[in-house]
């Protein structure tokens, strides 16, 4: 970034940036909450101050590790999924029985440690989950959760569900061209990343109510490339279904 950005966004020396922090629903398929902050501003700071929805499921990476937000979400009835830090200990009570030979170690029920860092008291002091699964390139996660009734099945399927943001975030750079800002000024970067989101959740709706069988990159390089057009969404996919499909991906390719 630019002189523009350096008050706001200054990260280290030479070196500006921003970050994007998203509560996606992995189950309508769609961004429902978004803050944009200086990338020098911890993950769980923008964490701390989100909506959090009584009963629902928050799976999160290990930027997120943070016993007293954990502690938040638990008091408001909801689910968590994370991982273990590779030096955060586990006081097991319950040891439960896992089927030999499948992707599930081992279903751990037990304590986080008492203390933090500094002496200072967890508050989260409820019992906790830790599954070990293996995963298809070997290595080995410890998840953990506070959902002690779930199978670890089903544990250990919502965290690689978390994978689902990774792909959106990767659509919403590639297809949608965030990664060049139009400005540098903090609003600018808000206002991009707004447009951008809002433009996604236009295209899924649009999406949803088509029935032409295209996929979603393919629907959206359509409507990109007849944006200036006067020219009803059902009649556009009416003349792409009807073009033979090696000229149509020549075209699509061109775009």
């Not at 429902?32 to 501003?41: E, K, Q, S």
């Amino acid at each position: 970034m630019t002189e523009l950005s350096k008050k706001w966004a200054r990260f280290s020396t030479g070196v500006c940036g921003a970050k994007a922090h998203i509560i996606y629903d992995a189950d309508a398929g769609c961004p429902v909450y978004m803050a944009v902050t200086a990338a020098n501003v911890n993950d769980i700071t923008a964490a701390q101050a989100m909506p959090v929805e009584a009963g629902a499921t928050y799976v999160f990476d290990l930027g997120y590790y943070d016993y007293g937000w954990w502690s938040k979400i638990d008091e408001a009835g909801c689910r968590i999924v994370t991982r273990f830090k590779s030096n955060t200990p586990l006081r097991t009570i319950e040891e439960r029985p896992v089927a030999k030979g499948g992707p599930i170690l081992s279903d751990r029920v037990g304590y986080l440690p008492a203390r933090q860092a500094k002496n200072r008291k967890n508050p989260f002091s409820d019992p906790v989950r830790e599954v070990r699964v293996v995963i298809d390139t070997g290595k080995i996660l410890r998840i953990l959760s506070n959902d002690l009734d779930a199978s670890a099945e089903e544990i250990a399927g919502l965290y690689k569900r978390r994978w689902d943001i990774e792909l959106f975030f990767r659509w919403i750079e590639q297809t949608l061209k965030i990664k060049m800002f139009l400005g540098t000024s903090e609003n600018a970067i808000r206002i991009q990343v707004a447009v951008a989101l809002i433009a996604y959740l236009l295209l899924r709706l649009a999406y949803a109510a088509q029935k032409s069988g295209l996929t979603l990159l393919t629907f959206t390089r359509l409507v990109r490339s007849n944006l200036m057009h006067l020219k009803r969404l059902d009649q556009l996919l009416g003349d792409c279904i009807e073009t033979p499909p090696d000229n149509r991906q020549m075209a699509f390719q061109c775009l």
